[in-house]
């Protein structure tokens, strides 16, 4: 049996060694609750602390100014509704793109229910909004605009600075989900001059289960978790201390690895690109014309059902980046916001590559996707 090649590093990413390590000796050693004031919950407050310091440091935010989570969808889903609550005297619209994870979009989908109203700004045929659209769309009783960074599927980068400085010119708070970006590139929320972002840990060698918020200072904000007013009443409940060690831990790894990891992602990529384009004439890559993260590659290969090519596809893991219901596939409403045909969309695969991938590696998924291919019915149009 071939041995089975990870392609899927956007879905999630294996814990890095270096953070294992430092999450398995704070499982093993720190046992005590962080708001504790003997020894043992001062050393875990520490833990916890030096945690925060790193993820700040990662973004160019200040410690104070993180909130450890479960994860992205929960930073999201906080932010949305905890800056949406905090200002509903001011006004119950939002802005966000037609492209955003599912996280942001149900978050504002059930503020519609409760009577906000949401504008969803379009892309361009490259998956890119445009600011002045943003600028547009937004109204005297608009409480926050939401764009993510980088997104899932495609990997195009969105113009977030650009996107900030319209919202507040116009005094309006601004959200940027980074989950797929911290780690991969360059990312400082004062260039971006963001009011808010979210962290997913298993985006970037940490494990699932943990991420952050990153809340500007004075940004009004009603937490989704009550009790005991942990982490300045932003976020209540016992900090997970190995967790958020671990967190820290990646990020602090990425911020001095980041170019290389970088460099070396972009080089698998762009060969995983070129073998593809050159076994597949007619592929068509979603998000070529714009700015991607150097590790994603969204490719269709004509002619094909994604989700029948994966069915034979033999040890490579890999998606689609469409959502299944009750067994039927859907066309992704990324590619469809970006006016792809539904039958270019179906046959869309997600390959993304990583930290630990290798040429081999990569050659030696192009030859299964083509062995894969030749299995079925036909083969794409050239």
């Not at 390590?21 to 916890?48: C, D, I, K, W, Y």
């Not at 714009?290 to 033999?314: H, I, M, S, V, W």
Request: charged share 20%; net charge neutral; proline share 5%.
């Amino acid at each position: 049996m071939p041995q089975p090649i990870y392609l899927d590093y956007n879905a999630s990413t294996p814990i890095a060694p270096e953070v294992l390590e430092v999450m398995t000796a704070v499982f093993r050693e720190v046992h005590g609750n962080p708001l504790s004031t003997h020894a043992f919950g001062v050393a875990a407050r520490r833990v916890v602390e030096t945690a925060r310091a790193e993820v700040a440091a990662s973004i160019g935010a200040e410690p104070d100014e993180i909130v450890f989570t479960s994860g992205g969808t929960e930073s999201n889903n906080a932010a949305i509704h905890g800056i949406a609550s905090a200002l509903s005297d001011r006004g119950r619209h939002l802005v966000i793109t037609a492209i955003e994870h599912a996280s942001v979009e149900q978050a504002c989908r059930v503020l519609e229910q409760r009577g906000w109203g949401v504008t969803r700004v379009p892309v361009d045929p490259a998956g890119v909004i445009d600011a002045r659209a943003i600028e547009s769309a937004i109204r005297p009783d608009t409480a926050l605009v939401s764009v993510m960074h980088a997104n899932n599927e495609t990997g195009v980068i969105q113009p977030v600075a650009a996107a900030a400085r319209a919202a507040h010119a116009k005094g309006v708070l601004i959200h940027t989900d980074a989950a797929q970006s911290v780690g991969k590139i360059r990312v400082n929320v004062r260039e971006l001059d963001v009011d808010c972002l979210s962290i997913a840990g298993h985006k970037l060698y940490a494990p699932q289960g943990v991420g952050a918020l990153y809340l500007r200072r004075g940004t009004p904000f009603t937490p989704l978790l009550r009790g005991a007013g942990h982490q300045h009443n932003r976020r209540s409940g016992t900090e997970n201390v190995a967790l958020s060690a671990a967190l820290g831990a990646a990020c602090a790894l990425a911020a001095g690895a980041l170019e290389s990891w970088r460099e070396h992602a972009q080089a698998m990529r762009d060969r995983l690109e070129l073998k593809l384009r050159e076994a597949f004439p007619s592929l068509v890559v979603h998000g070529a014309e714009a700015k991607r993260l150097p590790n994603t590659l969204y490719a269709a290969f004509p002619g094909l059902d994604a989700n029948e090519l994966l069915l034979r596809l033999d040890g490579v893991a890999t998606g689609t980046g469409a959502a299944c219901h009750s067994g039927k596939a859907d066309p992704s409403k990324v590619l469809l916001a970006m006016g792809v045909k539904a039958d270019i969309a179906r046959a869309t695969l997600r390959l993304t590559t990583g930290r630990p991938t290798t040429a081999r590696e990569i050659d030696d998924a192009v030859a299964r996707i083509v062995e894969a291919v030749k299995a079925g019915a036909g083969s794409p149009s050239a």
